[in-house]
């Protein structure tokens, strides 16, 4: 296989409003599509733990690729709990961002929890690199100043 990069990171959720509320509205990411799906035959059944009747599919992106989706399935109840970084599966998506601190500073101030407190996450001068937050469904959602060399 000769991949590219990564096309996109997907998400199941519990209630799309509220994970709305968080990545569009707190974040900032835009919607692209949001659109209902019939999962009940077809290629999909096979990749679903429980029958699902339906799936809400919504992508947002911030201008390129890759991009994040987020799916839920109306009516009925998401099964699972959000895991650790120390658990099998994807653990966390992590943005990049220009400036760390002020991003935890206003997501602090909109009520966003942050994994630990913001000072957990600063060095001995207080500078803070990176950090953690939960999403609406306990999801850890990463924020970097990108890859040091």
């Not at 707190?26 to 699902?52: A, C, E, N, P």
């Not at 966390?92 to 966003?112: I, N, P, Y």
Request: glycine share 10%; net charge negative.
């Amino acid at each position: 296989m000769e991949a590219t990069g990564i096309s996109h990171i997907a998400v199941c959720v519990r209630d799309m409003d509220k994970s709305l509320a968080f990545y569009r509205d707190i974040l900032g990411l835009t919607v692209s599509k949001d659109f209902m799906q019939d999962t009940s035959t077809g290629g999909l059944t096979h990749t679903y733990k429980h029958h699902r009747n339906t799936r809400r599919t919504v992508y947002l992106g911030w201008g390129g690729e890759p991009f994040f989706v987020m799916t839920s399935h109306p009516g009925d109840q998401a099964d699972g709990d959000a895991i650790k970084l120390d658990q099998v599966g994807i653990s966390h998506v992590s943005f990049t961002v220009a400036d760390v601190r002020a991003l935890a500073d206003e997501l602090v101030a909109k009520g966003v929890e942050i994994a630990g407190g913001i000072e957990a996450f600063a060095d001995a001068s207080g500078h803070v690199r990176t950090f953690f937050a939960f999403d609406p469904d306990g999801m850890l959602v990463q924020f970097d100043a990108g890859i040091e060399s």
